[in-house]
């Protein structure tokens, strides 16, 4: 077969993509991302065998963060990019083994290939299905698909400067490890536990940094209408990014909307400072195909999730920074000191007409940790008196299946007595319908991006702690979560690592999980698919 890649929740029928991805992803970009991954883990490798301190070697860390984030699903489509990067890393590694002078190392430490067709020859045999083993390969790759997860969060934290070592010594650790065929599938078992304990890590991280600079996620009313002037949507998850833009749009007359993920930047007090922050225009990801034709402006992506644009009109104003990457579009990188020139953005916007309006009135989120547990006795007072009966974490991704459809089903079927906890995209199922509150408490309490999944941890356990529990599952809170890529697999590993059981995971559970492991996860945590919505609420309610 050309490739295969079977990461996110679209891999066709369910088992893998193997001619295209069903993300737009083509076969040159999936064998450059398997060599770019491959060598990671011959990095890993020397880092852990010639026992190099991570601490001493920053740039190698930052950029193994990079590179693992460049690979998450619809991230990054440019070929030259990857093959670049691959370049780097190489460069690196070669740097490293020199330094340490370790010999016995695997092939993924030491193979060399200097142009593209050599690297794709290469990549043709270190990919995914390179692990014979069905049920090592589903481990290794649940544990790096983890991992893409804690990178993407890590590297927010790093554009903030906040960084934690600790993390970085992990991802060699694990990396390394899916090289090592002595390590049976219950070895591999504890690792994925420990992905997610450092998943843990990761979010607690971000989570800091994100407030100690942009302060406390607070209740804020998002309009969605659009204003007259010209306009940039930026899209994404990078807060620094969206800080450079609005500082760099001040008085030009040119106003900034966010799109999918950037939606909970409205929630943060630093950003209500700028008058042109006008609003969120649109959905999530997958709808940007249609609502970017009637932005007209120009469009920034900071990260994933970017969709192969139809329209070459579209495609000429789509501008890519960070880990993102499109092939013909500008890339912004920052300089010396971290800061991005967005001038060529702004002069575009200048030019082009204002938004077209798709919808009007305002959405209400913000509902952080912070936000939640200022409001701990009134939502305790509000189980104790039987007027909130359960809590739903319907947090995860969203994505274009129409078996998607469930959760906004899930949603308006629920008991009035209920209230959705939820954080990421998969919140464009059913945060704009007409759910109302409880007492005052909206049965839609949105904590932020998918990077925010901490605060749902967070709130869960300050519940436990106002109930006097002993264990997280006697909560009256049920999981019923929605994945589409690998910052949601590190969220259900950071789930388990807390002990919380009986997941339901959907819209299909992923195809990189075996018969075998499935069953392991299946008997050891609960984990189970979702039904029929009638079904499943019926079954959760009891």
């Known amino acids: 077969m050309s490739m295969f890649c079977f990461q996110c929740q679209e891999a066709a029928m369910n088992k893998g993509c193997t001619v295209k991805g069903v993300c737009g992803k083509v076969e040159e970009v999936a064998k450059l991302q398997d060599l770019l991954i491959y060598s990671l883990k011959g990095i890993s490798e020397l880092v852990v065998k010639g026992k190099i301190n991570a601490a001493e070697i920053s740039e190698v860390n930052h950029e193994v963060l990079r590179s693992l984030f460049i690979t998450i699903t619809n991230s990054n489509y440019d070929p030259e990019a990857i093959q670049k990067q691959i370049t780097k890393m190489m460069s690196l590694r070669d740097g490293l083994k020199a330094k340490v002078g370790v010999s016995g190392l695997h092939d993924a430490a030491t193979f060399k290939a200097e142009t593209k067709e050599a690297m794709l020859e290469k990549a043709a045999s270190v990919g995914v299905l390179a692990t014979e083993n069905e049920d090592v390969r589903s481990l290794r790759e649940l ?48 690792l994925t536990l420990k992905t997610g304990e450092y998943g843990v890590k990761g979010m607690a991280l971000l989570d ?16 969605l209408g659009v204003r007259k002037n010209p306009a940039i949507l930026i899209s994404g998850h990078d807060l620094t990014d969206l800080e450079q833009l609005l500082e760099q749009t001040k008085g030009t007359g040119v106003d900034v909307y966010t799109h999918g993920e950037m939606l909970p930047a409205h929630y943060y007090p630093a950003f209500k400072k700028y008058d042109n922050f006008a609003g969120n225009y649109g959905g999530s990801w997958w709808r940007q195909v249609g609502e970017f034709e009637t932005f007209h402006g120009p469009i920034l992506f900071t990260t994933n999730c970017i969709v192969p644009p139809k329209s070459e009109e579209v495609e000429k104003r789509i501008f890519t920074t960070g880990s993102s990457g499109f092939p013909g579009c500008p890339h912004i990188v920052p300089d010396a000191n971290g800061k991005k020139d967005f001038s060529a953005i702004i002069e575009m916007a200048k030019k082009l007409p204002a938004p077209e309006e798709i919808e009007t009135g305002t959405i209400v989120g913000g509902f952080a940790h912070n936000q939640v547990i200022a409001l701990a006795d009134k939502v305790v007072d509000a189980v ?15 994505g274009r299946m129409k078996s998607r459809d469930y959760y906004t089903e899930f949603a308006n079927k629920l008991p009035k007595d209920t209230v959705i906890l939820t954080a990421g995209c998969a919140k464009y199922r059913y945060n704009k319908l007409n759910l109302g509150d409880i007492g005052g408490i909206p049965r839609v309490l949105d904590a932020g991006q998918c990077n925010d999944s901490y605060s749902l941890v967070v709130i869960a356990l300050k519940l436990k702690e106002a109930f006097g529990l002993d264990d997280i599952n006697k909560l009256p809170i049920a999981y019923n979560i929605a994945w589409y890529e690998q910052k949601a697999v590190i969220v259900l590993l950071a789930l388990l690592y807390l002990g919380v059981k009986n997941i339901h995971l959907g819209p299909t559970l992923p195809a990189f999980l075996s018969p075998n492991v499935a069953k392991v996860l299946v008997e050891k945590f609960g984990i189970a698919g979702i039904g029929k919505v009638d079904d499943d609420i019926a079954m959760f309610m009891a």
């Open 143 to 190: 544990v790096v698909y983890g991992l893409k997860g804690i990178a993407a969060y890590v590297d927010h934290a790093l554009n903030l400067g906040k960084e934690d070592v600790s993390i970085n010594t992990f991802i060699y650790e694990a990396l390394a490890a899916t090289l090592d065929d002595s390590l049976g599938a219950d070895d591999l078992v504890a």
């Open 208 to 223: 800091g940094a994100n407030t100690s600079k942009y302060g406390n996620p607070e209740i804020t009313e998002v309009n």
């Open 384 to 398: 104790k008196s039987g007027a909130i009966k359960k809590f739903f974490v319907m947090a995860g991704c969203d």
